[in-house]
């Protein structure tokens, strides 16, 4: 997603996207295909750049609290067009583990810390 201040603030050219009033100064608006398609490079092109070991944890049932199923940002080919950006560029060698969990869900973040703690023992 990104981040604008009051709806108002939004550009006219983002004022016909899927927006969210978080609350009267924030307003959230959802990232098409092309712009996850574009984030997924820049997480695998990271990934790869990275000298210390690393692995890619990704969310299947969504990347925020409004990106769960049923929520407003719930944008399955959306979510897929970053995910396979991510799959399809990593280098060889780093792990992509797929966890079919919500980013805010405990397993989740049990998950991360297990793979955390693995990294941080090699």
């Known amino acids: 997603m990104a981040n604008f201040w009051a709806r108002d603030t939004v550009p006219v050219y983002y004022r016909e996207r899927t927006l969210y009033e978080w609350n009267p100064n924030i307003t959230l608006l959802r990232t098409n295909v092309e712009e996850n398609r574009r984030i997924g490079e820049m997480i695998a092109a990271a990934a790869n750049a990275a000298s210390a070991p690393v692995a890619i944890l990704l969310p299947l049932q969504g990347v925020s609290q409004l990106d769960s199923p049923g929520?407003?940002?719930?944008?399955?080919?959306?979510?897929?067009?970053?995910?396979?950006?991510?799959?399809?560029?990593?280098?060889?060698?780093?792990?992509?583990?797929?966890?079919?969990?919500?980013?805010?869900?405990?397993?989740?973040?049990?998950?991360?810390?297990?793979?955390?703690?693995?990294?941080?023992?090699?």
């Open 71 to 122: 929520g407003a940002f719930w944008d399955p080919a959306c979510n897929a067009a970053c995910f396979d950006a991510i799959r399809t560029q990593v280098r060889t060698g780093i792990p992509i583990i797929e966890v079919d969990a919500n980013i805010n869900d405990p397993i989740f973040a049990e998950t991360a810390v297990k793979q955390l703690l693995a990294l941080l023992n090699k």
